[in-house]
């Protein structure tokens, strides 16, 4: 048992829920144990489905705008940041030259962490709250960094009040550092840890390309819920014609609770697009398109060449920022996503957990590089066997021994 989930039971028939039911009533999902013995389990993740959801969304809105005040200094040295360089800190991670822009970049992802935060502990009153989050509030405590901070809880001010639904006093600049700072869990196999990047893809973020709101919920070191809000990603296929498609509008929603399929939303609220995702299309490897990050520093683009080249793939690689590319996939946008850091890079649980269990609720599979399940229980870094892979299910065979086959190739070649 996994909290109050059953595990290792293979779903065998799963009613697809009408739209946006799994926010209103239970699910019930059919499991087939060894005997055969069918039970009904009642899924038990929903409400903090619900508040994940509504979480990532506010943020995704916060973040956007964010982006769209044009007049806003904020915005000004956003400008001057897509123009700027980008250097790497000890962790390898990336930063702006400029110290006031770097503030600038990790203020917006700490304003977003704040305002999940806020959402969460308002939704889930009842509830322990611990939360394994990317960033924290030691750049927003320096003497120059008052301007900022200021700004930043004036933002997560008036995202709260838009949104209506809590009559709250006015956040404090204090309230918001201490809201920023409740993400210093470390996580763990015991209990329940929300797990938060509140920008992943901040290469791609200050570019204007793909970027999103992370959420996941590990309960006894097992994800059991995810979210992806993807603010830029066009909710038609990224891949093949896309360019001629007629539904140009972008802002995904992905999400997936253990047990009960990945679902894809329209981030807007309008709900033009629903999409509900089982079964991650079991193409070949010919004809599979593969996504890897689009920065070379996070993923060596030499080595996932080598080994598209050996499954004979003919699409050149999609290279996208962020956890985006998870969704794309979940949705079969492509079928394979390959991601070989460079040695001495530890890969952190808030960059792929609300990924992969989008990918592996609709059907996927999610490894390392020889073929073992990620760990989320062992704290915030990911002990991997080199590299994270994902496929369907019928390209993993087929996958693995490629990769085994180009990284002895490379190490052979040292
Ligand atoms: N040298 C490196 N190798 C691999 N991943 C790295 C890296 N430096 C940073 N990253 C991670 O890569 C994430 C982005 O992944 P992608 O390449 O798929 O867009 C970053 O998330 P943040 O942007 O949240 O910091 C960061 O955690
Ligand atoms: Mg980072
Ligand atoms: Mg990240
Ligand atoms: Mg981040």
Redesign the pocket.
């Known amino acids: 048992m996994t909290g109050n989930c059953l595990k290792i039971l293979t779903p065998i028939s799963s009613s697809r829920p009408p739209l946006f039911s799994l926010l209103s009533k239970p699910t019930k999902t059919q499991f087939k144990t060894s005997s055969s013995f069918v039970l009904s389990v009642k899924m038990s993740y929903h409400k903090e489905l619900a508040a994940a959801k509504k979480a990532a969304s506010l943020a995704a809105q916060l973040c956007q705008a964010l982006n769209s005040c044009s007049l806003s200094p904020l915005c000004k040295v956003q400008k001057v940041l897509l123009q700027s360089d980008v250097q790497?800190k000890s962790?390898?991670?990336?930063v702006t030259v400029a110290d006031y822009g770097m503030l600038v970049v990790s203020g917006r992802?700490a304003c977003s962490q704040a305002l999940v935060t806020f959402v969460l502990e308002r939704e889930l009153p009842s509830e322990p709250f611990s939360l394994v989050a990317?960033e924290d509030s030691t750049d927003l405590r320096n003497d120059g960094a008052t301007d900022t901070l200021e700004r930043i809880t004036k933002l997560v001010n008036e995202t709260i009040t838009s949104d209506g639904s809590y009559s709250v006093p006015t956040l404090s600049t204090e309230d918001v550092l201490k809201a920023i700072d409740s993400g210093k869990s470390e996580g763990g196999s015991a209990g329940r840890h929300w797990v938060l990047?509140?920008?992943?893809?901040?290469?791609?973020?200050v570019r204007g390309d793909?970027?999103v709101i992370?959420l996941a919920l590990l309960d006894e070191g097992k994800v059991v819920l995810g979210v992806l809000a993807c603010p830029n990603l066009p909710l038609a296929s990224i891949c093949g014609d896309y360019h001629k498609s007629s539904n140009n509008e972008v802002g995904c929603l992905f999400y997936a609770e253990v047990g009960a399929g990945t679902y894809m939303q329209s981030l807007n609220g309008f709900f033009t697009c629903e999409g509900w995702y089982k079964s991650l299309p079991l193409k070949n490897s010919e004809e599979a398109s593969f996504f890897?990050?689009?920065?070379k520093?996070?993923?060596q683009h030499d080595l996932s060449s080598s080994i598209a080249k050996k499954l004979g793939v003919k699409a050149p690689p999609v290279r996208?920022?962020?956890?985006a590319?998870y969704g794309a996939l979940s949705r079969g946008d492509g079928a394979i996503y390959m991601?070989f850091?460079?040695e001495g890079?530890r890969?952190?649980i808030?960059?792929h957990a609300a990924g992969c269990i989008v990918v592996t609720e609709a059907g996927g599979v999610v490894s390392d590089a020889a073929g073992n399940p990620l760990d989320f229980s062992k704290g915030k870094y990911l002990d991997l066997n080199v590299g994270i892979i994902v496929t369907n299910q019928k390209l993993m065979p087929k996958l693995l021994k490629a990769v085994k086959e180009s990284l002895e190739e490379q190490s052979s070649s040292l």
């Open positions: 790497s962790d390898k991670s990336p992802a990317e990047d509140p920008i992943d893809g901040t290469k791609g973020f793909q970027y992370a890897e990050s689009y920065e520093a996070h993923s996208i920022d962020s956890q590319k991601r850091p460079r890079y890969e952190k808030w960059d």
